[in-house]
T-cell receptor, first 113, second 110 residues
Framework: DSGVTQTPKHLITATGQRVTLRCSPR?????VYWYQQSLDQGLQFLIQ???????AKGNILERFSAQQFPDLHSELNLSSLELGDSALYFC????????????FGSGTRLTVV | GQNIDQPTEMTATEGAIVQINCTYQ??????LFWYQQHAGEAPTFLSY????GLEEKGRFSSFLSRSKGYSYLLLKELQMKDSASYLC???????????FGKGTRLHILP
C-alpha cells in the first residue's frame, strides 16, 4: 500500500456520461497530481494541486476538471465522455514543491463504451 | 517544453545485464527519475539523479550526464520479475510536476 488511495478501481460508463474519480494523498502530502495513461501515449500529465490551489496544468481537456478540498483529497471530473477517454487515471502525491519525486496511487481504470 | 526519448522495447536474458538509455531536452533541469511499471499497475520509484554521475541501489544503477541530456538505467542479475516498463522522467527548473517518457518495455527471457 503506497498510502495514496484512489477510488473506484474500475469504472465502466457510456459515452456522453460524467464520472468523478477520487484521490486521497499520503498523510502529510500537500501536492496532488493527476495523470492519464492510454496504451499509445504513456503517462500524460493533466493537472497539479498544491494545498487546495491549482499549481500547474498540462494537456487537460476542457471537458475535464479537478479540485482539491480542504482535507487535501482531490477529485477529477470527466464529462461528455468519449471512447478515447478510456484509460488508466493515476493520482500521485508529494510533500510539496518537487522534492524526491512522488508516490502513485493504484489508479482508476475507466472504460467508456 | 520537454522531450524525452527512450527505446520502445528491449529484450534480455535472465541473469544478464541490460542498459536502458534515455535522452531528454528540457528548458531548465531539476532532476531525472526512473520508475518501474508492471502492466496495469502503478509506477514505482526506482531512482533520482540531479547531479552528474552514477547512483547505485542494489541491482539497479542510474547514470546522468546533464551536459549531454542523457541518462541510463542499468539492471544487473536480471530476474523474471524485472519484466516491466521502465519510465524515464524529468522535472524542469522551478517546476513540481514530472514529465514522463513513453517508457521502455523490457522482456526477460529464461
Amino acid at each position: 500500500d503506497s498510502g495514496v488511495t484512489q477510488t473506484p478501481k474500475h469504472l465502466i460508463t457510456a459515452t456522453g456520461q460524467r464520472v468523478t474519480l477520487r484521490c486521497s494523498p499520503r498523510s502529510g502530502d500537500l501536492s496532488v497530481y493527476w495523470y492519464q495513461q492510454s496504451l499509445d501515449q504513456g503517462l500524460q500529465f493533466l493537472i497539479q494541486y498544491y494545498n487546495g490551489e491549482e499549481r500547474a496544468k498540462g494537456n487537460i481537456l476542457e471537458r475535464f476538471s479537478a479540485q482539491q478540498f480542504p482535507d487535501l483529497h482531490s477529485e477529477l471530473n470527466l464529462s461528455s465522455l468519449e471512447l478515447g477517454d478510456s484509460a488508466l487515471y493515476f493520482c500521485a502525491s508529494s510533500v510539496g514543491s518537487g522534492g524526491y519525486g512522488y508516490t502513485f496511487g493504484s489508479g482508476t481504470r475507466l472504460t467508456v463504451v | 517544453g520537454q522531450n524525452i526519448d527512450q527505446p520502445t522495447e528491449m529484450t534480455a536474458t535472465e541473469g544478464a545485464i541490460v542498459q536502458i538509455n534515455c535522452t531528454y531536452q528540457t528548458s531548465g533541469f531539476n532532476g531525472l527519475f526512473w520508475y518501474q511499471q508492471h502492466a496495469g499497475e502503478a509506477p514505482t520509484f526506482l531512482s533520482y539523479n540531479v547531479l552528474d554521475g552514477l547512483e547505485e541501489k542494489g541491482r539497479f544503477s542510474s547514470f546522468l550526464s546533464r551536459s549531454k541530456g542523457y541518462s541510463y538505467l542499468l539492471l544487473k542479475e536480471l530476474q523474471m520479475k524485472d519484466s516491466a516498463s521502465y519510465l524515464c522522467a524529468v522535472r524542469a527548473y522551478r517546476d513540481d510536476k514530472i514529465i514522463f517518457g513513453k517508457g521502455t518495455r523490457l522482456h526477460i527471457l529464461p
